[in-house]
């Protein structure tokens, strides 16, 4: 069974960098592509990020693209996603996803979710 585990979350300031991990106590999910999303207060969960089961490809939407990385840890049981130039636009909670897919970016095709970690960036 996977079971993901997000840390990392905070309050920050505007302009700062913060990573979130996001861990597997359960199985190894080497074998999953891994994604990041985003659910705002008031709004829909959205796609933050993705990347492929081997780690060489990923992908970003719009509003974080150039300013977040996502990665996957050295033991493969972890993916990261760096957050730079953070922006008070960027608060919401935050959850990361696993899927059979190859580098998914639609909710539906995640199968195993964390509970998120909340960030909070204040002005």
């Known amino acids: 069974q996977v079971q993901l585990e997000e840390s990392g979350g905070g309050l920050v300031q505007a302009g700062v960098s913060l990573t979130l991990s996001c861990a597997n106590i359960?199985?190894?999910?080497?074998?999953?592509?891994m994604g990041w999303f985003r659910q705002a207060p008031g709004k829909e969960r959205e796609f933050v990020a993705a990347?492929?089961?081997?780690?060489?490809?990923?992908e970003y939407s719009s509003s974080v693209k150039g300013r977040f990385t996502i990665s996957r840890g050295d033991s493969r049981n972890t993916a990261n996603l760096q957050m730079n130039n953070v922006k008070p636009e960027d608060t919401a909670v935050y959850y990361c996803?696993?899927?059979?897919?190859?580098?998914?970016?639609?909710?539906?095709?995640?199968?195993?979710w964390g509970q998120g970690t909340q960030v909070t960036v204040s002005s």
């Open positions: 996803a696993a899927s059979p897919g190859d580098i998914p970016t639609r909710e539906y095709e995640y199968h195993y």
């Open positions: 359960g199985r190894t999910f080497s074998s999953f592509a």
């Open positions: 990347i492929t089961k081997s780690g060489d490809s990923a």
